[in-house]
């Protein structure tokens, strides 16, 4: 782990937006046209679960069901960045939230086929 670096996360009212971002942690970090970046969080108590997903090549993008409508995935090939924004933020959304690469986009859902991964950005939603 410790291969990507994300950051943007904080303490947020709730209705309230932020944007996260992701980035390799070097130049030796290499995201490859068949990979799918992803960001995925952990609440407390919860397991790992899938927020959003973005293919490198063709800029496909999977989100969860539960979760669309408040949350943006985008790529920024020329910085190697992957963002995720989140609108109407719910104290639900509280979690760790983490950046991963996976070399097969069709298993885009399952965290253990991710190879590579960030220490995560906590993201806090309270009044």
């Known amino acids: 782990q410790g291969q990507l670096v994300e950051s943007g996360g904080g303490v947020v009212q709730p209705g309230g937006s932020l944007t996260l971002s992701c980035v390799p942690d070097g130049p030796t970090f290499v995201i490859y046209a068949n990979d799918i970046m992803s960001w995925f969080r952990q609440a407390p108590g919860k397991e790992r679960e899938f927020v959003a997903g973005v293919t490198w090549r063709n800029n496909k993008k999977y989100y969860a069901d539960s979760l669309k409508g408040r949350f943006t995935i985008a790529r920024y090939a020329a910085e190697n960045a992957v963002t995720l924004q989140i609108n109407n933020l719910k104290p639900e959304d509280t979690a760790i939230y983490y950046c991963?690469?996976?070399?097969?986009?069709?298993?885009?859902?399952?965290?253990?086929?991710?190879?590579?991964w960030g220490q995560g950005t906590q993201v806090t939603v309270s009044s």
């Open positions: 991963a690469r996976n070399a097969d986009a069709y298993t885009y859902y399952d965290a253990s086929k991710y190879d590579s």
